[in-house]
Every structure is written in structure tokens, then in C-alpha cells.
T-cell receptor, first 111, second 112 residues
Framework: ETGVTQSPTHLIKTRGQQVTLRCSSQ?????VSWYQQALGQGPQFIFQ???????GRGNFPPRFSGLQFPNYSSELNVNALELDDSALYLC??????????FGPGTRLTVT | QKEVEQNSGPLSVPEGAIASLNCTYS??????FFWYRQYSGKSPELIMS????GDKEDGRFTAQLNKASQYVSLLIRDSQPSDSATYLC????????????FGSGTRLLVRP
């Protein structure tokens, strides 16, 4: 166990809806990175939060947004859901520049 | 386009054999290299990290890095059926985020 938690475990949404995914980082870690993993692919970097600010972003549209709170937990928000957003969403906890440890993930299905 | 390439497999080895997993990367600015293990339906689990050329051993696992050839490998000695999983190679580039770039993974099957 990494000590990183995510909620919910599974989620089913309809195209066009909005979703919020949550992540609590491992104790002592100050950085949270979010990844999207489509079936049969490696995780793809969405963005990272450090000291409550976005600290790097991958090739994802602005409808993917996030927050980090003072206790270093984080949220990923996705607006205007599309079918292709169906994936496993992973958050990874770390100290900045150090090894990243993943939570169990949230499986999102968009119908 | 920064890329990490892995053979998708499956790589099938008998129990007790050495499994050799390989990975190449395109960005010479890559600084840190990681191997994650992912069981079906689960999240990736960090099993090895390597930062400098050469070998790094941890139990049955050995990571090998050759920056000149842009090549990373993972050797699993005395393979067990419980090692059957997808192994993801990840590379970190020294930008502000140290984001990880992943390969698509190699599926390993250890036959009893």
C-alpha cells in the first residue's frame, strides 16, 4: 500500500456531464500528479500540482482542470465529458522531482 | 515527440527462469528511469528506479541503464507465476514537473 487514496473507485457518467475525482496524497508528500490510462496503454500525464499551483501540464484540453488543497490533497475536474474520456484516472503522490507512488485509481465510464 | 518504446509481448517464460524486459527512450534529456508493475485491474506499483548508468539490484530485480544507447532494462531472476503482470517503463524529464512518460508496457507471463 502506498498510502495514496482515491475516490470514488468507479464512476459512470453520461456524455456532456461533469465529474470530480479526488486524491489524498501520502503523508509527507507535497506534490500530486494526475494521469489518464486508457485500456492497453501506459498512463498519460494530465497535470501536476505543487504548493497549490499547477506545475506542468500534458496535452489535455482546458476542460480538464484541477485543484490542490493546503493539506496537499487534490481534485481533478473534467467538464463536458466525451466518450473518449472513459479511462482509469490515476493520481500519484511524491516530493517534487522524486519517485511517484500511485493510488488505486478511479475507473470512469462515459456512456 | 518524447517517446518510450516497449515490446507489448506477451513475454512467456517458465517458472524459475530469468525474464528480460527492455525499453528505449527518445529524449536524451531524460534524467530518471522507473519500472512499474501493473496487475490486471490494478494501479501501477513502483518496483525499481535508476538514475545513473550501470546496474541496480534489489532482491530478484535488476535494472540496467545505458544512457548512450538510450536503453533501460529490467531483469527478473527466478521468475514466479506471481510476477505475471504488465511491466511499465517510465522516464522522467527534468522540466518543472518531472512528469513521467510511460511506454505501453510489456505483458509478462510466467508459466508454472
Amino acid at each position: 500500500e502506498t498510502g495514496v487514496t482515491q475516490s470514488p473507485t468507479h464512476l459512470i457518467k453520461t456524455r456532456g456531464q461533469q465529474v470530480t475525482l479526488r486524491c489524498s496524497s501520502q503523508s509527507g508528500h507535497n506534490t500530486v500528479s494526475w494521469y489518464q490510462q486508457a485500456l492497453g496503454q501506459g498512463p498519460q500525464f494530465i497535470f501536476q500540482y505543487y504548493r497549490e499551483e499547477e506545475n506542468g501540464r500534458g496535452n489535455f484540453p482546458p476542460r480538464f482542470s484541477g485543484l490542490q488543497f493546503p493539506n496537499y490533497s487534490s481534485e481533478l475536474n473534467v467538464n463536458a465529458l466525451e466518450l473518449d474520456d472513459s479511462a482509469l484516472y490515476l493520481c500519484a503522490s511524491s516530493l517534487v522531482g522524486s519517485e511517484q507512488y500511485f493510488g488505486p485509481g478511479t475507473r470512469l465510464t462515459v456512456t | 515527440q518524447k517517446e518510450v518504446e516497449q515490446n507489448s509481448g506477451p513475454l512467456s517464460v517458465p517458472e524459475g527462469a530469468i525474464a528480460s524486459l527492455n525499453c528505449t527512450y527518445s529524449d536524451r534529456g531524460s534524467q530518471s528511469f522507473f519500472w512499474y508493475r501493473q496487475y490486471s485491474g490494478k494501479s501501477p506499483e513502483l518496483i525499481m528506479s535508476i538514475y545513473s548508468n550501470g546496474d541496480k539490484e534489489d532482491g530478484r530485480f535488476t535494472a540496467q541503464l545505458n544512457k548512450a544507447s538510450q536503453y533501460v532494462s529490467l531483469l527478473i531472476r527466478d521468475s514466479q507465476p506471481s510476477d505475471s503482470a504488465t511491466y511499465l517503463c517510465a522516464v522522467s524529464i527534468m522540466d518543472s514537473s518531472y512528469k513521467l512518460i510511460f511506454g505501453s508496457g510489456t505483458r509478462l507471463l510466467v508459466r508454472p
